[in-house]
């Protein structure tokens, strides 16, 4: 796979060679190995081992609807009361985080009204924190650890 700027884990591989998988500790099952997912389990590890989210408050692939447009957030944190706080958007290392990644976020947060939206293609890693009293978006400078939030 394509080095990415995320530290690595001890990655549990499977499949055959033409249909790789990798293990999802969120859904505890192995996925498909493609480029996206291949950030996806290295930022999820990041949150998890480095940042100290707990897993259990974690979810892949949210499934999410705005009438018949079905919708799929790629990891949602939860809060203790099981309230969402951040989502997380991943893109293959090969694919530039542009203002259409941006906006993608920005709509799955029309649902769900988090405080924190993450872009990340594992080479690059943007942290955003939303007010909802004046309905501003800032860049911060880091993703928050878990004790912070």
Known sequence: ?????L????INLGGTKDNPTIFDILRHRFV?????????QHFVHYLVDHLH?????MANEVKLSVGNKKLRADTVLYDRTLRPRMIIEYK????KITRK???????????????YLVV????STYCMQTNANDNTTKFRDSIPEYKEL
């Open 101 to 115: 990644v941006f906006d993608q976020i920005l709509a799955y947060n029309t649902l769900l009204h988090v405080e």
């Open 120 to 123: 990340s293609n594992g080479l």
């Open 92 to 95: 293959a290392p090969n694919i």
């Open 1 to 5: 796979m394509i080095p990415i700027n």
């Open 32 to 40: 498909a190995l493609t480029p996206e997912e291949w950030v996806r």
């Open 7 to 10: 530290p690595q884990y001890d």
């Open 53 to 57: 989210y707990p897993a259990p408050l």
